[in-house]
């Protein structure tokens, strides 16, 4: 035994803070049943052999009503810094009892076990305690791996029961729980499966063993359905997962390429289910209404298929329900009612809001999950440990993995040592280089918009408002299409082109300017073409929507064949050109941000489309299948894994939110505009004959108010739809939530800094311990019996003060001393199997420790100011000195004589805790008689007065050891 | 009142996928020693040399650790119920606190429960080849330790490591296999 607790001295790294907690193998939870067991425990673990006792002396003494007057009295005299957490008010124990049942229990621990903690359990067990379980449960594991033999013979029982202790613990904080609740905290538990499972049944028992009194019809009847769809869902989520479209491909792609590759064909696949939701949306609410009432077009005679339509849109399409044209404004007739005008408004309306909904959720999930604080700082520690791809199986991929991970760190190093080297007139023009490329790359976007305006221009010139066109004309309409995804394809090229002049600090912000500039090329695009139909095209064809329709048809069609010979050419040809012809340009990587904006493209297509064209879902649908396979195909044949891993994480968030903000909230703002100012056409379509789409509502409020029971709805269209009061109301809430929100938040950051400054405190804090304890150690290394080395330091101890040297190094021992037997104590209790809340008193045992620092800090600065009355403090101490002297003395008899009798002790040590009290009050007032008269602006608790705290914090550390052996 | 059936169904259902693939291929890893009945045999482990061979391992740098620190004996035996927790945990369902100890795991090579430096300089040399030279394995290490530690004690604890983690959004996904 005494080898084990000597080996914690020896050993540096055993002090070593709160993470300590991970390597104390007989370390124990407490039964944290109360609900602030947190703070209990802090209490008794730390303080309690200190304070509580104190606390109940003052009491006895001066008949103090509180129990803690004592110890908050003391704060406020030395300690106002420090952060007082620990303290709780625990109403009706007082600490003496409390200290009083634990060690007694500590005392028959080995022969029983005493499951039934008091109180009821916790109705609120939160994320905190299960990070407990999971502390506690993990230390656990690591016990075995490097157990010494040293321990292990008289441990094996302690170990038994005290992993029986705590599992009874863990079942009975996981039984309040709710079910869904109580899966998840099994499922986090790193616990092998059989244990998880052995929990999992005895949770189960001890609630049906609970319940079996009161379980009444209704009860098993809720129970039942509860697991029937606790069931469905489970089933969903496994078939889901079983079944899920290209499970192996991505497998594949994944292991080959890696994740961030793999982003982006899970971005393509969500981008696919979406466009299958919403062509089922529209299918079925718009279209098939009309194909089961009118099921052939009703298209003019001299129209036929020519074949140029599946390019063009346009001909005998335009007839079909394909486009806005093709519905009509009845109300059909069947079973039931249905009014066109009204279904078609409404689908496109809810679409639109599911769009927003699935939208902002996805985006915000994301954000959630991937928004990490600007962690520049800590590259190097990422691309260490968080970076490698466990999902990579392919033997080359791991090849190239390694070395592109190689080279980045490389560069890493050297980048460090660059980037500070970087002198004023070379930041001046790189910075010159930015500025004019962002010049050169917006010139160009506008120049393609500028164009694309005056080519719209020239077209409508040329095109008539007839009915059928001739075959030259149907394919004069392909040329904006095709300038359009040429211009998409070919300045990119350009932009990447600048890239490489550019000299950027890091790779993400590389990209990021990349991206941004392709966004700002494509919305200047878009936005000229819907000037264009909003402004032109409306106010001159009969069926303007229709036009509009095909318009983007032909935009969807071109795009996906630019983006067939953009994998060509741009992945193919390069491919063929790196290995054969140049090999200095080696294999294509796979671009990552340009394949991902060219689907945000595609998708906005489609958005600004759904009005017009309801069916063009379908047609992105197929396309994005085929995509799919064309880039995997491609990627596996041409490309290489990027070299440069951005963190995929981010950058997904990153194209979601773009996806989100410029993309989908132009196009809904386009919709929108057309809905609420353009008027329909007069000629085709289901809203002909209305000013504007909207009035399609009020002219349905006209039809309710003949109906009796519908005045609410009516009520509601006039009160909040119609009227701008309530915009303005919303706006204003809106507006005064964001502002809370964004407050607290900030008010969140300065909270993470401070706490950020509080460890890094705590770090150098205890390095400085630390340093300090091994500097002592050394002397004593020789004492081998422990208990020697306790009266050893009580000799010790006068000589230091009688020697008056620097009396810091005095309050440091003490402080050390506090803290060494705070810990050997906490050794011995656990070598014995007694429960000790060790993770929590080794960190209070710390904050102990770094009190007695501070105070000895204070004290210092005390000392340089003032040294000629060094004297005077010195013979405050000599008070204090002959107490703990005695004292020491009294404890060292009381050591041997204290198992025997338990109760004696506690009035021995009392005494010797009133002596000691009575002491410092005296220091304390001899103090202030020195002090106050001499310096009168000095108003720092004086310095001796500090050391006798610390002395007492030891004192009574001692006391408390001894006690509770 | 059922109660154990319902522990049944329920277990089956949540686990029942992935169970039977997963011992489809703990099956195909060693046929002639792993039993498909399970009543009489409960008892079977297979060596690390089987298992670090199956192709969702067999070029990772970390595999021998990745069995290691799954298998009860420290050694890279697995008993199925070992095997299944190793691909439960790198499956996409388990909990990144969960993800995090065991990565912290693996990556500690000494089992001394924290990432000092030689664990780090272990861990570089599987990921570059050991293609550096020990002076810029040197500085590499010294930055990550720099980086990540926050008590200032050179080495790096479990909670620096899970700090490092929550501002590594990527590791969730990347710390993942796919059986």
New interface residues.
């Given amino acids: 035994m005494t080898s084990y607790s000597h080996g914690g001295f020896h050993n540096p790294a055993y002090h070593d803070s709160e993470t300590l907690e991970i390597d104390r193998r007989y370390s124990r939870k407490t039964d944290h049943t109360n609900p602030y067991a947190r703070e209990e425990v802090a209490w008794r673990g730390s303080n309690n052999r200190t304070v509580a006792e104190h606390g109940s002396m003052i009491q006895t003494v001066s008949g103090n009503d509180s129990p803690y007057g004592g110890w908050q009295e003391e704060n406020r005299r030395g300690r106002e810094n420090i952060p007082m957490g620990l303290i709780s008010t625990q109403p009706g124990r007082t600490p003496w009892q409390n200290d009083l049942n634990r060690s007694t229990s500590y005392s028959n621990i080995d022969s029983q076990y005493n499951p039934s903690p008091p109180g009821p359990p916790p109705s609120s067990i939160t994320g905190k305690s299960t990070i407990r379980w999971r502390g506690n449960t993990m230390r656990r594991m690591s016990m075995f791996p490097n157990t010494d033999p040293a321990y292990a013979a008289f441990t094996e029982n302690a170990i038994k029961n005290e992993m029986e202790n705590e599992e009874q613990n863990l079942v009975k904080e996981l039984v309040p729980l709710s079910t869904r609740e109580r899966i998840q905290a099994i499922q986090e538990l790193p616990m092998s499966f059989e244990e998880k499972k052995h929990i999992r049944s005895q949770v189960l028992a001890f609630k049906s063993s609970n319940q079996s009194r009161q379980c009444t019809c209704f009860t098993d009847c809720s129970e039942n359905v509860s697991l029937f769809f606790r069931r469905c869902g489970y089933a969903i989520r496994s078939t889901k997962q079983t079944l899920g479209l290209w499970q192996g491909t991505m497998k594949e792609i994944g292991g080959k390429f890696g994740t961030s590759v793999l982003s982006y064909f899970l971005f393509l696949k969500w981008l696919l289910m979406f466009n299958i939701f919403s062509f089922l949306v529209n299918f079925s609410f718009i279209t098939i209404p009309v194909l089961v009432f009118e099921p052939s077009p009703n298209t003019p005679a001299n129209v036929t298929f020519r074949g140029l339509e599946l390019l063009t849109g346009a001909g005998y399409f335009r007839y079909t329900v394909m486009y806005y044209g093709g519905y009509s404004n009845e109300t059909l007739h069947g079973l039931v009612d249905y009014d066109m005008q009204l279904s078609y408004f409404f689908t496109i309306a809810v679409y639109m809001a599911l769009c927003v909904f699935v939208l902002v959720i996805s985006a915000t999930n994301s954000f959630k999950n991937n928004y990490t604080p600007e962690a520049s700082a800590s590259n190097g520690a990422w691309q260490l440990l968080c970076s490698w791809d466990f999902r990579v199986t392919n033997e080359r991929a791991v090849r190239q993995r390694k070395n592109n991970l190689r080279v980045q760190l490389k560069e890493s190093l050297s980048e460090n040592s660059y980037s500070e080297q970087l002198t004023l007139s070379v930041r001046l023009k790189h910075f010159g280089i930015y500025l004019g490329f962002w010049l050169l790359s917006i010139g160009l976007a506008a120049g393609c918009g500028a164009s694309i305006f005056f080519l719209c221009r020239y077209e409508e010139q040329r095109t008539t408002d007839s009915v059928s066109w001739t075959l030259a004309q149907e394919a004069e309409t392909l040329v904006v299409p095709f300038v359009v995804s040429l211009m998409n394809l070919v300045v990119p090229l350009f932009y990447s082109l600048f890239n490489k002049f550019e000299h950027y600090s890091s790779q993400r912000r590389k990209v990021y300017a990349l991206v941004l500039r392709n966004v700002f090329l494509r919305l200047s695009i878009l936005g000229v073409l819907c000037y264009h139909w909003m402004n032109v095209v409306s106010k001159k064809y009969s069926c303007w929507e229709t036009i509009v329709g095909q318009s983007l048809y032909r935009l969807v069609i071109f795009d996906f064949m630019f983006l067939l010979l953009g994998s060509f050419f741009g992945e193919f040809l390069r491919n063929v050109i790196g290995t054969t012809l140049l090999p200095s340009l080696g294999v294509p990587d796979f671009d990552i941000a340009r394949n991902v904006l060219e689907l945000i493209y595609a998708q906005t297509l489609s958005w600004v489309g759904i009005y017009f064209s309801p069916l063009l879902p379908a047609i992105q649908i197929l396309k994005f299948f085929i995509l799919f396979y064309l880039k995997k195909v491609s990627l596996t044949r041409n490309c290489q894994p990027p070299q440069r891993t951005g963190r995929a994480a981010q950058m997904q968030t990153a194209f979601i939110c773009l996806l989100f903000f410029p993309f989908f909230v132009g196009s809904l703002s386009i919709v929108g505009y057309t809905a609420w100012s353009l008027t329909p056409s007069t000629q085709c379509g289901p809203f002909k004959g209305l000013n504007n789409t909207f009035s399609v509502v009020a002219v349905w409020m006209e039809e309710l108010e003949e109906i009796p029971g519908a005045d609410w709805v009516i009520w509601i269209y006039q009160r909040v739809i119609r009227s701008e009061v309530f915009y303005f109301l919303i706006t204003i809430i809106i507006i005064i939530i964001t502002y809370m929100f964004w407050q607290i938040s900030q008010g969140r950051k300065e909270l993470i800094g401070i706490l950020k400054q509080q460890i890094v405190n705590e770090g150098k804090d205890k390095s400085f311990l630390l340093d300090k304890l091994q500097n002592l150690q050394k002397p004593n290394r020789s004492n081998k019996r422990h208990k020697q080395m306790n009266t050893e330091k009580h000799s010790k101890r006068p000589e230091d003060h009688s020697s008056g040297g620097p009396s810091k190094s005095n309050a440091m021992f003490q402080a050390l001393l506090a803290r060494q037997q705070l810990e050997e104590e906490e050794e011995r209790r656990s070598t014995d199997g007694v429960p000790v809340p060790s993770d929590i008193s080794s960190s209070s045992a710390l904050t102990l420790a770094m009190m007695a620092r501070q105070r000895a800090e204070g004290q210092e600065e005390h000392f340089t100011r003032v040294s000629d009355q060094h004297f005077s403090q010195s013979s405050g101490f000599a008070h204090v000195t002959q107490v703990t002297q005695r004292s020491g003395g009294q404890l060292t008899d009381g050591y041997y004589g204290a198992p025997e009798d338990l109760d004696h002790p506690t009035s021995s040590v009392s005494s010797i805790m009133m002596q000691v009290m009575q002491a410092r009050q005296r220091a304390e007032e001899e103090d202030r008689r020195q002090w106050a008269p001499a310096h009168p602006q000095n108003q720092a608790p004086s310095g001796s007065s500090a050391l006798i705290q610390a002395m007492l914090a030891r004192q009574q550390a001692q006391n408390e050891f001894d006690d509770g052996y | 009142?059922g109660?154990k059936q319902?522990?049944f169904?329920?277990?089956i259902?949540?686990l029942?996928?992935?169970f039977f693939s997963l011992h489809a291929r703990y099956h195909e890893l060693a046929p002639h020693l792993v039993p498909m009945d399970y009543t009489n045999e409960p008892d079977c482990k297979l060596p690390l040399a089987l298992i670090v061979n199956m192709?969702?391992l067999?070029?990772?740098?970390?595999r021998n650790r990745i069995v290691e620190s799954f298998s009860?004996d420290?050694m890279g035996n697995l008993s199925f119920?070992?095997f299944?927790?190793m691909f439960?945990v790198?499956s996409e369902?388990?909990?990144r606190?969960?993800k995090a100890?065991?990565?912290f795991k693996i990556?500690d090579y000494n089992?001394?429960?924290?990432?000092c430096k030689e664990d780090?300089k272990k861990?570089?040399n599987k990921?570059?080849?050991e293609?550096?030279t020990p002076e810029?394995v040197d500085?590499?290490?010294d930055?990550?330790?720099e980086?990540?530690d926050?008590?200032?004690?050179n080495k790096l604890?479990?909670?620096?490591?899970e700090n490092?983690?929550?501002?590594?959004?990527?590791?969730?996904?990347?710390?993942?296999?796919?059986i």
């Fill in positions: 009142m109660n319902t522990i169904t329920d277990e259902i949540i029942l996928s992935f192709p969702e067999k070029e990772n740098p970390f009860e420290g119920n070992e299944v927790d439960s790198l369902m388990a909990p606190e969960l100890i065991y990565a990556y089992v001394d429960n924290y990432l780090l861990t570089l990921l570059t080849k293609e550096l810029e500085l590499v290490c930055k990550t330790i980086e990540a926050l008590d200032g004690d604890s479990y909670s620096d490591f490092m983690i929550t501002r590594a959004p990527d590791f969730l996904s990347t710390f993942h296999i796919r």
